[in-house]
């Protein structure tokens, strides 16, 4: 097994700064972000802290925001999920609990 490149410090120094993920790949030349994802995950590193990112399980009180974005069909799944700082996974997850808010054409196809 090859060496990393990246060093637990500067990873930790490089998202302080600022970076996003695809920028430390680009920073080290890889070839996929996913190298840099299993060494952060590797060596326990907490996106959160750097990123100030939560993921929000969605709520009721979401319900307009779904209705305006994806019921109507401006958006798709992955971009309201974006918006809401949610999963797509967590999304449909919510929308399989209230098929009213599955756009008409979506709920055609089961």
């Known amino acids: 097994m090859r060496k990393s490149l990246m060093t637990v410090e500067e990873v930790r120094k490089l998202l302080k700064d600022g970076y996003e993920i695809e920028d ?22 907490n996106l959160k802290i750097y990123t ?8 009721s ?22 918006e809401l700082r949610t999963s797509k996974k967590l ?3 919510y929308l399989q609990k209230n ?7 979506e709920r055609r196809r089961k």
């Open 24 to 45: 430390i790949q680009k920073y080290y030349k890889y070839k996929t972000k996913e190298t840099v994802l299993k060494f952060i995950k590797k060596n326990g590193i």
């Open 52 to 59: 100030g990112y939560e993921i929000h399980q969605p709520t």
């Open 61 to 82: 009180a979401d319900d307009g925001t779904i209705r305006a974005l994806y019921t109507s069909g401006k958006f798709s799944l992955r971009e309201t999920a974006v």
């Open 91 to 93: 999304l449909y997850e």
């Open 99 to 105: 098929p009213k808010l599955i756009p008409v054409k």
